[in-house]
């Protein structure tokens, strides 16, 4: 049986390939897969050797089944790119000839030109398909070595969302399921802000309790931004929202921590690594502007990233605002 097929060979859809072939075959498609091929090690993963069940192509089989899902394991920014090159097989009215394919966004971020999340750019570029969500406190690294992990899938289609529920659970991927798929577009997308606060915060020396006032106050912001966009606040008190937000803010291993944590010690960020918060901060603040929602560490980070603020000067900017009550 063909579980899944995922577009994008980097570390989380490489990961993601190996755990559910557990289940059965998997197609893992990217542009240099005939780079390393032979060896089946992806370079973002050298450690994981990726069993048989993985299939390597360059492209979508042309007779994969219409009841198999497709995860895009790209990032936000090449999400356009990838639907255009795919987009014969993907299913819907883009040159497919299968309706209503289940298409999985894992990338984490907002479109600057649409304010949407993957999901539902996704489902925006490919009419008829059925745009899903899969987010939650993951590494690649954590999933590639078969260490639990619990994710959360957002389809609004309940009987779809059930079966590719079971399709995508094995041993050590545990999927949780809900319908609001704007809520785990958003909470997957603001907690990378938050993360790089958390890590100018503590790159800085400002201490573990700035770190956590930070977290805390960040997620009311992520609630409000959601809900005003017609998000449940629920969703954000979840795996997506509020389990990803703790494990992005207090990991060495997350790429956002990380790229703040240096900019935050005054060194220079690794180069070479997709730091979906960037992009996604003054996406935030946009965003939080346009529906009239407060977002004063959105705001810092934003500031401290364009060049507008010092790490000291925005936290001073964000201790010095007028006293509130903590329900407001």
């Known amino acids: 049986m063909t579980v899944a097929a995922v577009i994008g060979a980097g570390a989380f859809g490489a990961a993601l390939a190996a755990a559910l072939a557990d289940r059965g075959e998997v197609w ?49 920014a090449a999400t356009a790119a990838a639907v255009a090159a795919h987009g014969a097989h993907l299913g819907g009215r883009l040159g497919g000839r299968l309706g209503g394919r289940v298409l999985i966004a894992c990338a984490k971020g907002i479109d600057p030109q649409t304010g949407l999340g993957a ?27 078969g260490l639990p992990t619990a994710l959360a899938l957002a389809l609004d289609d309940g009987p779809r969302a059930e079966a590719v ?25 603001l907690k990378n802000v938050v993360a790089i606060g958390a890590g100018l915060a503590i790159g800085a020396g400002m201490g573990e309790s700035a770190r956590a006032a930070l977290m805390t106050r960040g997620h009311a912001e992520m609630v409000r931004i959601a809900v005003a966009s017609g998000a449940r606040a629920a969703t954000l008190h979840g795996l997506a929202g509020l389990g990803d937000l703790v494990l992005t803010c207090t990991s060495a291993q997350s790429r956002n921590f990380a ?35 407060r977002a004063p560490v959105m705001g810092a980070v934003a500031a401290v990233l364009g060049g507008r603020a010092t790490v000291a000067e925005a936290m001073a900017a964000l201790m010095a605002r007028p006293l509130r009550s903590e329900e407001d």
């Not at 993963?45 to 895009?72: I, Q, R, T």
């Not at 659970?169 to 949780?176: D, E, F, K, S």
């Open 28 to 76: 893992l498609i990217g542009r240099d897969i005939a780079g390393w091929r032979a060896a089946r090690r992806p370079p973002r993963l050298p450690d994981l050797k990726l069993p048989e069940g993985v299939v390597l192509a360059e492209a979508l089989p042309l007779d994969l089944g219409p009841e198999v899902p497709v995860l895009m394991a790209v990032p936000m």
């Open 259 to 293: 790229h703040g944590a240096a900019i935050g010690a005054g060194t220079l960020p690794a180069a070479g690594r997709t730091i979906e918060g960037i992009a996604t901060a003054a996406a935030a603040v946009a965003l939080a502007e346009r529906l009239g929602v």
């Open 165 to 189: 529920q079971a399709r995508l659970a094995t041993p050590v991927l545990r999927i949780y399921r809900g319908t609001d798929l704007r809520g785990a577009e958003l909470g997957g997308a």
């Open 119 to 145: 999901g539902s750019l996704i489902g925006r570029l490919v009419p008829g398909s059925v745009p899903a969500v899969l987010t939650g406190p993951s590494f690649a690294a954590d999933i590639a070595r």
